[in-house]
């Protein structure tokens, strides 16, 4: 498994209209809202457009989503019974007063939520929150597979009902189940973070257009080719590899 994390600032083209790519999937659902859609179909027209936007950058087919928002992040975490997490180096963020102190430590849904979000009192900023958010996604599957929670049917419709009213996705009941039993022995060891921001030969870099402090591939903008290739490299389907 490797996750991938697309920085928030990147500068990409959605629409025929350059923004950073947090902007796309707002700026689908607006459009399709404007032209009479209704609230679910504006959000399905959000997602394809954010969609679109990431496997421009990425280069990779992306077949399913799932979109949560910060309760249902939350509400996980606490239906987890919390998750083990270590942070790298201490953390003050001076905007909202955030601490955290380095080492490893357990964090609850609020606390946890901080973590995903802190990005001022970290040195590389929004690209260590990605780390972060990465870090959080491997402990939160960890602490579910390894305490037996989804074998528990209480613990289990516990985490149902902290996700039902606010995550959106087109993953079958049935998809979700396989995808769990594919993957839900597989060691941490198998999981690949992927930095784009990576100290060494990074392929992104902050830059600045018309005042707004964006981020831009270091092969110059709007070239996202090593990007792509560098996903490509690291995302190839096992079958593929194992026959080279």
Do not use: C
């Amino acid at each position: 498994v490797s996750l991938l994390s697309i920085p928030r600032d990147t500068w990409v083209r959605v629409k025929g209209e350059n923004m950073k790519i947090n902007a796309a999937y707002s700026t689908g659902k607006i459009i399709a809202l404007d032209n009479g859609k209704s609230k679910d179909a504006a959000e399905d027209e959000g997602v394809k457009t954010a969609i679109g936007a990431v496997r421009d950058v990425a280069g990779v087919p992306i077949h399913k989503y799932v979109l949560s928002d910060y309760k249902a992040f939350r509400d996980v975490v606490n239906a987890l019974g919390g998750v083990d997490v270590t942070v790298n180096e201490a953390i003050y963020d001076r905007f909202t007063g955030w601490k955290f102190k380095a080492g490893p430590q357990t964090m609850n849904g609020d606390r946890a939520l901080q973590f995903a979000r802190t990005r001022q009192g970290s040195a590389r900023g929004d690209f260590d929150r990605n780390e972060n958010q990465r870090k959080l996604l491997v402990a939160m599957r960890k602490k579910a597979t390894s305490t037996g929670i989804v074998a528990n049917p209480v613990r289990l419709n516990s985490l149902a009902n902290a996700v039902q009213k606010n995550i959106r996705t087109d993953l079958s009941i049935d998809e979700a189940k396989t995808l769990f039993e594919k993957t839900k022995t597989l060691p941490d060891s198998s999981i690949k973070s992927l930095d784009l921001a990576k100290p060494v030969d990074p392929l992104v870099t902050t830059g600045n257009i018309g005042g707004q402090s964006v981020v831009l591939p270091t092969a110059g903008a709007g070239d996202f080719s090593e990007i792509r290739a560098y996903a490509r490299t690291n995302m190839v389907d096992p079958y593929l590899r194992k026959e080279a």
